[in-house]
């Protein structure tokens, strides 16, 4: 009997395994962008009504089994519409594309210089929109790209909007920022100041890091690399978000967006709004910022559409302005979110000089897309920027009063503070008041750079057969009006300036200008070229830019009407750079660039002592540089390798000394290095991701510089001993780690570790001026590691979309110095410091319609 129903089981057993093998069927296909052809890892691929699913590999490809007699699927991917796909039992549907839900969005990605990895040979990472919201939490928006190779950010003073990025050791003037493809690097000074830019953390649909030489064709002062901003074009499918969030120290956000979708008669509309206010980590750190977005397109006929966009971020934040000793931290009750430069003011919380900034800077594009011809394109962006705003000073015959002394972190004798060690305000104001004859001591002043910029940007692209060519126009103006203006007498009743070259001592008062008003202009044209070929196994490019750039100066103080405009300065800076990519099978491939760039001098160069006299010195400088590296493409892993090579010859630096003015030329710097990123995907559950990157970077060569005092008259030359002394104010070993699992169905965790390590202070060149004594490193800042976590839970509310998620940054509150200024001991003692945030947290409910 029981072995008559052990046959019987076992007949059973086989029975339905038969059944159950019969009862599967096998779906397989590569899921591709259909734009640009880029395979689309991570992408969904499920049975609608039912939890079998899976998600496409490094490479695209996915293979699914599902029920036979399942009569279609849907495969979807953020930022593409959804794709529903008839069955017909087992079968290989081959490529899936899937087209973008945004208008125009292609166009865009052209005139950009959006790369697809692995075809184009440059060192690149692409941070995705999901990932922003996801990872940013509280921290600022260049941070989002700590964990990229070769990548070193920091809030600076902690201030909203404050950030700074620095790629491969080059800083924010170095390295090529693009938003739609439009350069937006201050055209005087090469600076990107992000609070600026507040607002792109809401509108940003992808950012890619170019590293190296970028793919950018345009004459960029691209030496560290390039990093691509696009924007939210408008929304393919009609619908909104509405988003609010709470954070540490009292921060709140709300956002509002809506989208009409691409309409019968080929208009689209996407509009955003959003506000951002509160309390950063640091003392004395408030602020209130909004962000706007408007994004209209219209689909013409089938060769032409247009795109108007425009955006801007209106801020006012509270900020420090100065750094401290270590020990002037751990002895103010305050420690590390110690800030020296605010008080209170009419019962508000009130920032000093270098304490407070403000700034609107509106940015517009009109884009006109004409495909000419299957294979010929023409794409012409007008755009325009109008900014205005400024930061907070102190000024006056007394200005220490309300002062920090920036070379030693701290106070002056004559510094006056409440009992509670904020700056007293309204002391000062009462010692003004007794100053009937001489006016206010001590003032509150806003230095105001407003600016006009416009341009165009014109590209046309030719496909023959395998080969692409691209030729252009840029063009730009600026104008940057320069001036302090009053913005509070504090109790004073008028302000005498007494600038040397005034007539007379006019009583000022608030919103008159005062010690410089400047205007600077910038006149750039330029044309670029690129040739590329592409074949299934192989791919190189050759490009080459030649530009005019023109500066002029208008000093309204220093010289009498009809002598305060300068000649126009002109500079011919050109560019040339080429790559070429190997795919040896669909799993490995090879690339190597190099390129050589000559650079115009920066503004303030060009023109000594904040006067029309032009710097007989100055000079083109030189970037020379060349890349090669390896990568490697499977079904769930993925890894590439790069090592660089970068030399910056005849950097010019132009330092303000208390009054004199030195003249450095002849700066040679030296980078290196290997960087290494991976991701693995063993299950559709967990994403691991790894990078490391080690760096060398240094000054080759001692220099000599002038020291001109006030009226530009040569004082002395000096050598400054900097051979073999490091790059200052960025980690040249970084590693980061970042694991994502699913716990539970729609819940993913995320844990981030972040290393930073080999990080020097900065240095001014002309405190080393004695010879042995001063030929050594700057002060190396400890190894610091950090840990930061997160959570994103998607639901229904009825049929809508809905999501929360959470962040802290700095899980374990650890306690690191995040940038220092070398002492003249060159040692942790006399350095001065700005602490990295301890532990923040933000949380916020995402609902789409």
């Given amino acids: 009997m029981k072995n008559a129903m052990r046959s019987i089981l076992t007949m059973a057993a086989v029975l339905m395994l038969s059944v159950a093998a019969i009862a599967q069927t096998t779906v397989k296909g590569v899921v591709v962008d259909g734009g640009s052809g880029e395979s689309l890892p991570g992408a969904s691929i499920v049975v609608p009504g039912t939890t079998s699913g899976t ?22 991917f953020v930022g593409f519409l959804d794709k529903e796909i008839a069955l017909s039992g087992a079968q290989d549907l081959g490529t899936i594309k899937l087209e973008s839900d945004a208008v125009g969005l292609n166009e865009v990605s052209v005139m950009a210089s959006i790369v697809t990895d692995r075809q184009t040979p440059v060192s690149v990472s692409t941070i995705s929109t999901e990932l922003i919201e996801n990872k940013l939490g509280t921290q600022e928006f260049p941070e989002i790209l700590k964990s990229t190779p070769s990548i070193y950010t920091s809030k600076e003073g902690g201030g909203f909007g404050d950030a700074s990025v620095y790629v491969r050791g080059f800083d924010s003037n170095n390295v090529g920022v693009l938003i739609n493809g439009i350069p937006v690097n201050d055209m005087e000074s090469g600076k990107v100041y992000w609070s600026n830019w ?86 004395g750190t ?34 420090r302005g100065n750094k401290h000793t270590i020990q002037q931290y751990r002895d103010h009750k305050d420690e590390f979110k110690y800030n020296s430069d605010y008080g209170i003011r009419d019962g508000k919380e009130y920032g000093g000089a270098y304490g407070y900034n403000y700034y609107h800077k509106p940015q517009a594009q009109l884009n006109h897309y004409w495909n000419i011809d299957d294979k010929t394109n023409l794409t012409t962006s007008l755009y325009a920027s109008i900014g205005s705003g400024g930061g907070r000073r102190v000024d006056g015959a007394q200005k220490k009063w309300l002062g920090v002394d920036r070379y030693t972190g701290a106070d002056y004798d004559e510094t006056m503070r409440t009992g509670d060690g904020l700056l007293d305000f309204d002391g000062v104001a009462a010692r003004n008041a007794t100053y009937v004859a001489e006016g206010s001591q001590a003032i509150i002043g806003n230095s105001v750079n407003n600016h006009t910029w416009v341009g165009l940007l014109s590209t046309f692209t030719k496909d023959i057969e395998n080969i692409k060519l691209t030729a252009g126009f840029d063009g730009r103006y600026y104008k940057g009006e320069h001036y302090k203006e009053i913005d509070d007498l504090l109790g004073g009743a008028f302000f005498l300036d007494g600038h040397k070259n005034r007539d007379d001592y006019t009583k000022l008062k608030k919103g008159d200008k005062y010690s410089y008003y400047n205007d600077g202009e910038v006149l750039y044209t330029g044309v670029f070229g690129q040739g590329e070929y592409v074949a299934d196994d192989y791919s190189a490019f050759v490009s080459a830019a030649i530009s005019r750039k023109a500066y002029k100066r208008v000093d309204y103080f220093n010289y009498l009407p009809g002598e305060q405009e300068s000649d126009w300065e002109d500079f011919f800076p050109w560019n040339v750079k080429a790559g070429f990519n190997y795919k040896i099978n669909s799993v490995h491939n090879v690339f190597v660039n190099g390129g050589y760039v000559q650079r115009s001098p920066y503004f303030r160069n060009v023109f000594l ?13 030189k970037i020379i540089t060349a890349e090669l590296g390896y990568g490697y493409t499977s079904t769930n892993f993925d890894a590439k390798v790069t090592a660089y090579w970068t030399n910056w010859i005849d950097k010019g630096l132009v330092m303000s000394l208390q009054g004199q003015t030195a003249n450095i030329t002849g700066l040679n710097q030296l980078h290196k290095g290997i960087e290494i ?44 001993y900097i051979k073999d002394v490091h790059v200052g104010n960025s980690a040249q070993l970084t590693g980061a780690l970042e694991i994502n699992y699913e716990v539970l169905p729609k819940l993913r965790v995320g844990i981030d570790y972040l290393y930073n390590g080999r990080h020097f202070a900065d240095f001014d060149p002309t405190n080393r001026t004695n010879g042995a004594e001063d030929r050594v490193d700057s002060w190396e800042m400890p190894d610091v590691s950090l840990v930061d976590m997160n959570f994103v839970y998607k639901f229904k509310i009825g049929n809508l979309d809905a999501s929360v998620n959470g962040k802290v940054n700095n899980l374990f509150n650890v306690e690191y110095v995040s940038k220092a200024d070398d002492g003249n001991q060159h040692n942790a003692a006399s350095a001065l410091v700005w602490y990295g945030y301890g532990t923040t947290w933000s949380t916020g409910l995402k609902v789409k319609f």
């Fill in 286 to 319: 408030e602020f209130d910022a909004w962000a706007y977005y408007a994004n209209i397109s219209k689909k013409i006929n089938e060769k032409h559409s247009l795109a108007f966009m425009i955006t801007g971020a209106p801020q006012w934040h509270n900020q």
């Fill in 198 to 283: 507040a607002g792109l953390s809401d509108v940003t649909r992808t950012m890619q890091v170019q590293r190296g030489l970028g793919a950018s064709k345009l004459g960029l002062s691209s030496v560290g690399g390039t990093i691509n901003v696009l924007l939210k074009s408008s929304d393919a499918k009609k619908g909104g978000v509405v988003k609010t969030s709470v954070a540490n120290d009292g921060r709140k956000k709300q956002l509002f967006s809506v989208s009409t979708g691409l309409m019968d008669n080929g208009w689209a509309v996407t509009l955003l709004g959003s506000h951002t206010y509160g309390s950063m980590w640091a003392k």
């Fill in 55 to 76: 998600v496409s590999g490094f490479d695209g490809s996915f293979a699914l089994q599902v029920p036979q007699g399942t009569s279609k699927i849907v495969v979807s």
């Fill in 609 to 621: 002592n904040y006067t029309n006299e032009v710097n007989e010195n100055v000079k083109y400088e």
């Fill in 677 to 720: 990123e991976a991701t693995y995907k063993p299950s559709k559950k967990l994403t691991v991701k790894g990078m490391l990157s080690v760096g060398d970077w240094v000054y080759e060569d001692d220099v000599n510089f002038s020291l001109y005092d006030d009226n530009n008259v040569l004082i002395d030359e000096f050598n400054a």
